[in-house]
């Protein structure tokens, strides 16, 4: 989308405005809206359904494609090779797995010319984890190490059950200094994509705590909260957002193919 190519049509529900906290305004080609017709109101819009049997299936690594090349504590995947959506609807894996733990863990998955498919790999030293492919896990993911961490790569990580980052952690595409970088980021190079499908007990799929930090995708098929203070860039589907005090939610930055959408159903 650009001045010289606009989209068909746009319809943009609520105005556009600098942060989601600011007062909005009709949007218009000033703020890079860009429609051969723009419409300022929109109509429902029903959240995409996620075809998590097939993601369950093809992941690599994941249930069903165990990684080719490990070290240390990389995931436990699934622990009785069924998709547990109802049964148990946070996954058949009891334990949430640590994304950023203490020490370093290593998973690759590796097609039969030895090239590496997919990767989660953890590096604690330097705070980064490298990331590749299509990635299932039949349980709950977290984050709460307190520090800034770096993803390098592009993935999308699908999960059973829910997703949480808490103790100010910070988990970023692009660093600078003691947080994101919100204004350098390249997320069609650099993008981790978190789709979660279970429920916390409080209605969410995935959460983020005071003062969090993110950048990349969410999907939720529950809810999405996001904490206080938390600072959050990427495209975000849910069925419901719950916005903390002095939250930001961020565009992607100028030069990122993409557009930032918050559903509540």
């Known amino acids: 989308m650009s001045s010289s190519q606009p989209i068909y049509e746009a319809n943009v529900g609520g105005g556009c405005g600098g942060l989601i906290t600011n007062t909005t305004h009709p949007c218009t080609a000033s703020d890079r809206v860009w429609a051969s ?17 097939n993601a369950y299936m093809t992941a690599k ?33 009891p334990a949430a797995f ?16 030895g090239n590496i498919v997919g990767q989660l790999d953890w590096n604690n030293a330097t705070k980064t984890l490298t990331i590749n492919g299509k ?39 692009i660093t ?27 209605g969410y799929s995935i959460q983020m705590a005071n003062s969090t930090k993110w950048q990349g995708g969410f999907f939720a098929a529950k809810n999405l909260d996001l904490g206080q203070s938390s600072i ?19 565009p992607l930055p100028a030069g990122g193919h993409g557009i930032l959408l918050a559903f509540t159903l």
């Open 61 to 93: 690594p994941g249930p069903n494609n165990p990684c080719s090349i490990t070290s240390g504590t990389p995931p436990v995947w699934d622990n009785d090779a069924t998709l547990n959506l109802t049964t148990y609807p946070n996954g058949s894996v």
């Open 176 to 202: 600078a200094t003691a947080t994101c970088d919100f204004t350098k980021w390249a997320p069609n190079s650099n993008m981790l994509i978190v789709v979660a499908h279970g429920d916390n007990g409080s």
């Open 135 to 173: 990635l299932y896990i039949d349980g709950s993911v977290y984050s709460d190490n307190g520090v800034v961490d770096l993803y390098q790569g592009s993935a999308t990580l699908f999960l059973t059950g829910t997703f949480t980052i808490t103790n100010s952690t910070k988990i970023c595409g």
């Open 232 to 250: 959050d860039e990427g495209p975000m589907f849910s069925s419901g957002i719950n916005l903390g005090n002095s939250v930001q939610v961020r």
């Open 98 to 113: 640590n994304l950023t733990p203490g020490t370093n863990y290593t998973c690759r998955a590796t097609d039969g010319a």
């Open 37 to 53: 017709t723009l419409l300022n109101t929109a109509a429902p819009i029903t959240l995409p359904v996620v075809d998590d049997a």
